[in-house]
């Protein structure tokens, strides 16, 4: 089945620093990827979809200076939480389709949690 | 961002019992999807619905696509201890490019 591996699974930054998370498909292309955000004890929020070759699109109320999004290839997506603070601490996880159709299912990454202190 | 009404929020069962739970939205979705998350990892694919109507099974897991397109059911039977995790329902809506509405989870704790 479809792979998505995301790097790193846990990052520990100071207030201020930037931090980089990558997605990579591993066994199909992605045009497409979605960075999405979970605070403890909820729900997936989608922040972004990112686009190969083309500007991200961000949710409303997500900064895009702060969460820099670049999809340079096919297989490889990057977030970057920029300037970073406490309150940017969450679980971050990224998705891309699993086939070529509109309707194939989305595949997850296993996240990245992300402590900013 | 909108969420999808899921319940219950959490439920306590015994091994070897059934589980049912349900997802609800105001608006129509043209595909449901059904995850299972575990602490510290991101959602995995269980079960995906294309059909209005559709009830498709995943060994002991079996879900509904319901009629009206604003409800999804999740039915887990013969519970084990692995069964334990949050279970989230998603709906993508026509033209929104795989965008997914997660639902607000169910987390499922099955004791011996």
């Known amino acids: 089945g479809a792979v998505v591996s995301q790097h790193p699974s846990r990052v520990i930054c100071k207030s201020g620093t930037s931090v980089k998370i990558e997605c990579r498909s591993l066994?199909?292309?992605?045009?497409?990827m979605f960075w999405y955000r979970q605070f403890p004890k909820q729900s997936l929020m989608l922040m972004a979809t990112?686009?190969?070759?083309?500007?991200?699109?961000?949710e409303q109320g997500v900064e895009k200076d702060k969460f820099l999004i670049n999809h340079a290839s096919l297989t490889l997506s990057t977030l970057t939480v920029t300037s970073a603070h406490p309150e940017d601490s969450s679980f971050y996880i990224c998705?891309?389709?699993?086939?070529?159709?509109?309707?194939?299912?989305?595949?997850f990454g296993n996240g990245t949690r992300l402590t900013v202190t | 961002g909108q969420q999808l009404n899921q319940s219950p929020q959490s439920m306590f069962i015994q091994e070897g019992e059934d589980v049912s739970m349900n997802c609800t939205s105001s608006?129509?979705?043209?595909?449901w999807l059904w995850y299972k998350q575990e602490p510290g990892e991101g959602p995995v694919l269980l079960i995906a619905l294309y059909k209005a109507g559709e009830l498709t099974s995943n060994g002991r897991l079996t879900a509904q696509f319901g009629i009206t397109r604003k409800d999804s059911f999740l039915n887990i039977s013969a519970s084990i201890p692995s069964d334990v995790g949050i279970y989230f329902c998603?709906?993508?809506?026509?033209?929104?490019?795989?965008?997914?509405?997660f639902g607000t989870g169910t987390r499922l704790q099955v004791t011996l």
């Open positions: 990112s686009n190969e070759g083309s500007k991200a699109t961000y």
């Open positions: 066994d199909f292309q992605a045009t497409t």
């Open positions: 998603a709906g993508q809506a026509a033209g929104t490019a795989s965008k997914l509405t």
């Open positions: 998705s891309a389709r699993g086939g070529v159709s509109y309707n194939s299912p989305l595949h």
């Open positions: 608006s129509i979705f043209n595909t």
